[in-house]
Structures are given as C-alpha cells and as structure tokens.
C-alpha cells in the first residue's frame, strides 16, 4: 500500500485547513490510519488516529479540541481537518497506516506517506 498526502501549505494563526491522505495499491478499509508530525528540530509527534470503522478517535494533546480526523473508506482516503492553527502547529505531516489503532498510542506505523508541510505564521 503506498500513501500520498495533500493540502498542506501557508496559513495564518486562527485559519483552517484540511489534509488528505489518499492510499493506492491495496484497500485500507480495515486498516486504522493516522498522523503523526514533525516540526524543525523537534521529535516525532503523534497527532491523532482512527480505528478501521471510524468509531474510535485519538488525539494527542495538544490539538485535542482543534483537529478532527475521519475518514471515507470508499474512496481509500483518511482527513485531517485542523482548526485554530497556531504557529507551534508548523510541522511536515505524515499519514500512517497499521493493522490495529493501538499500534498509533505505541507510536508505531507499518506504512507511512511521504508527508506534506504546514507552515503556519502569525
């Protein structure tokens, strides 16, 4: 399975914007997909998750509140919809796929995208 993302680019603070992550190659339906992030300088960090079904949502602390994962398992596809950006959410952006949800907490992933960068300035 290969993984591509899009819709990263420049906002200011306060705006939104919404990532996609669309896989090819194999059905992801029963897979649990994720993101993760990683700014300049700074370690990976587990952004948010969701189970194969849709049911089940995890965030990382801080964008609990601000970002919303789903997805649409007819078109292959997970979303990352980010509200009230903050400079501190600049970062390049992976989507990741793994068999179970659990293995995001673990911060593990099977498959992961090529990223695409969030520039927010204030």
């Known amino acids: 399975v290969q993984l591509v993302e899009s819709g990263g680019g420049l906002v200011q603070a306060g705006d939104s914007l919404r990532l996609s992550c669309a896989a090819s190659g194999r059905t992801v339906s029963n897979w649990a997909l994720g993101w993760f992030r990683q700014a300049p300088g700074k370690e990976r960090e587990f952004v948010a998750a969701?189970?194969?079904?849709?049911?089940?949502?995890f965030y990382g602390d801080s964008v609990k509140g601000r970002f919303t994962i789903s997805r649409d398992n007819a078109k292959n596809t997970v979303y990352l919809q980010m509200n009230k950006l903050k400079p501190e959410d600049t970062a390049v952006y992976y989507c990741?796929?793994?068999?179970?949800?659990?293995?995001?907490?673990?911060?593990?992933?099977?498959?992961w995208g090529q990223g695409t960068l969030v520039t927010v300035f204030s």
């Open positions: 969701v189970s194969w079904s849709g049911s089940s949502t």
């Open positions: 990741g796929a793994n068999p179970a949800v659990a293995a995001f907490l673990g911060e593990y992933v099977e498959v």
